[in-house]
């Protein structure tokens, strides 16, 4: 059996402070979907009646701090799904396996527990996939919580991991550098959204290719400190960055 590699690449945007295929020169980009392509055309879920409960809050605690996240009640797929698994413990142990600083931290890759130094990661999951739930208004904010999946060469239908996923950390830009991207990717971009894009930064090149599920509300520095920690030449963190997923309840 042919096992599957989950990542989120970058897009390449012709733009001077623009994404490559990695924010280094390190970056490994030769896997079937390390990358983003500019010209994918959107598609949106169908209109879901979000519940009228509480968005479920989940911690991620690693050795550098904790993060809250919010899980969005409009994509309740993935939303159900992950409080499946933190139910189940079956992030307890895991890796952030994959941090490239100005753009994202990755883990849930169940492989990842007790993984060898240097072992290659990125291939595991729960044995299922997720439909793509994607929403207008839930877009790639520094914070936000993203399902990871196979590349459109095989999975032209955008069907998120059923347990990989990552946390956005990006950058800041410009107004003139998203008006470039819109006109690149033949994308309309919301000036609410630009303007949290200029304001806090994130990945808006990503918007539209993987669901965004939730987002951080608390430890936006511990995406910071987990980005910044030196890796591999496939991104995995030197020293293994462990973290344990609870539900928060009310």
């Known amino acids: 059996m042919i096992k599957k590699t989950y990542f989120i690449g970058f897009a390449l945007i012709m733009m001077s402070l623009g994404f490559s295929s990695c924010s280094s020169s390190t970056a490994n980009n030769t896997t079937e979907n390390a990358s983003v392509e500019s010209t994918?055309?959107?598609?949106?879920?169908?209109?879901?009646?979000?519940?009228?409960?509480?968005?479920?809050?989940?911690?991620?605690?690693?050795?550098?701090?904790?993060?809250?996240?919010?899980?969005?009640?409009g994509t309740p797929l993935h939303r159900d799904n992950f409080i499946k698994l933190a139910k189940g413990h079956f992030y307890d142990g895991t890796l952030f396996h994959r941090v490239i600083n100005n753009f994202m931290i990755q883990g849930g890759d169940p492989d990842s527990k007790g993984a060898a130094p240097g072992q290659m990661l990125g291939n595991g999951g729960p044995g299922y996939t997720i439909p793509a739930e994607f929403r207008k208004e839930y877009?790639?904010?520094?914070?936000?919580?993203?399902?990871?999946?196979?590349?459109?060469?095989?999975?032209?239908e955008k069907a998120s991991s059923g347990s990989q996923f990552y946390i956005v950390q990006g950058r800041k830009w410009t107004n003139t550098e998203l008006n470039t991207m819109e006109q690149q990717r033949h994308h309309l971009i919301p000036w609410e959204q630009k303007e949290v894009y200029m304001k806090i930064g994130g990945t808006p090149h990503l918007d539209g290719a993987y669901t965004v599920f939730g987002e951080v509300i608390s430890g936006l520095e511990v995406i910071d400190s987990i980005a910044a920690l030196p890796g591999d030449r496939a991104n995995r963190p030197l020293k293994d960055v462990k973290m344990t997923v609870t539900l928060i309840e009310e």
């Open 139 to 156: 877009f790639h904010k520094k914070g936000v919580l993203a399902a990871a999946r196979e590349g459109d060469n095989v999975n032209p």
């Open 40 to 73: 994918q055309t959107e598609s949106e879920a169908p209109a879901v009646v979000e519940d009228e409960k509480p968005e479920q809050l989940v911690k991620i605690s690693t050795e550098y701090g904790d993060m809250v996240i919010k899980l969005y009640n």
